[in-house]
T-cell receptor, first 110, second 114 residues
Framework: QKEVEQDPGPLSVPEGAIVSLNCTYS??????FMWYRQYSRKGPELLMY????GNKEDGRFTAQVDKSSKYISLFIRDSQPSDSATYLC??????????FGPGTSLSVIP | DVKVTQSSRYLVKRTGEKVFLECVQD?????MFWYRQDPGLGLRLIYF???????EKGDIPEGYSVSREKKERFSLILESASTNQTSMYLC?????????????FGSGTRLTVV
């Protein structure tokens, strides 16, 4: 079993839809959870960062962490064509390296 | 704005050439990383460094080496380029803190070995 699993997609939604992106993980020691967005031919950029369980909201984006289920989610409300990108979940323990999921490719169709 | 700069966006090299990929960060970050990214395989860690002149192997170090002579600069070296090293190479940096807000990535170097 891989340490972090993520459905690669591709996921295609109409503009304005609510998007749900998910990751599962196996290491219960992970405490810090991140979502990165990567546009085509660019490096990943940090989108959301959360510590431990709970929700965090930033504009149209909500990150959710359920440590009891080892499951994290990213919700995008009112999705826009500019949200079309690959989304990578990532997580780490206190001082260890960040572990990345393989990424989900999202297309938002106008 | 914090930055990680990779010296080339696109490179084409011949099989057997020695290839240098350069990465510079201006954030005074202690940690620096080199990844390669391939379709279906995600990000794979090649080497990383937690301090000047220090290096650690990642998951796929074979065929690569690194150099970190200054805190801000981390170089990836392909000793003898091969076609299976054709890939997108990404450099990243971070603070050496538990709450370090993850990595900052460069824009990547797309390397083609012919």
């Amino acid at each position: 079993q891989k340490e972090v699993e993520q459905d690669p997609g591709p996921l295609s939604v109409p503009e304005g839809a609510i998007v749900s992106l998910n990751c599962t993980y196996s290491n219960s020691a992970f405490q810090y959870f991140m979502w990165y967005r990567q546009y085509s031919r660019k490096g990943p950029e940090l989108l959301m960062y959360t510590y431990s369980s709970g929700n965090k909201e930033d504009g149209r984006f909500t990150a959710q962490v359920d440590k009891s289920s080892k499951y994290i989610s990213l919700f995008i409300r009112d999705s826009q064509p500019s949200d079309s990108a690959t989304y990578l979940c990532a997580m780490k323990t206190s001082y260890d390296k960040v572990i990345f999921g393989p990424g989900t490719s999202l297309s938002v169709i106008p | 704005d914090v930055k990680v700069t990779q010296s080339s966006r696109y490179l084409v090299k011949r099989t057997g050439e020695k290839v240098f990929l350069e990465c510079v960060q201006d954030m005074d970050h202690e940690n620096m990383f080199w990844y390669r990214q391939d379709p279906g395989l995600g990000l794979r860690l090649i080497y990383f460094s937690y301090d000047v002149k220090m290096k650690e192997k990642g998951d796929i170090p074979e065929g690569y080496s690194v150099s970190r002579e200054k805190k801000e600069r981390f170089s990836l070296i392909l000793e003898s380029a091969s076609t299976n090293q054709t890939s997108m190479y990404l450099c990243a940096s971070s603070l050496n803190r538990p709450y370090n807000y993850g990595y900052t990535f460069g824009s990547g170097t797309r390397l083609t070995v012919v």
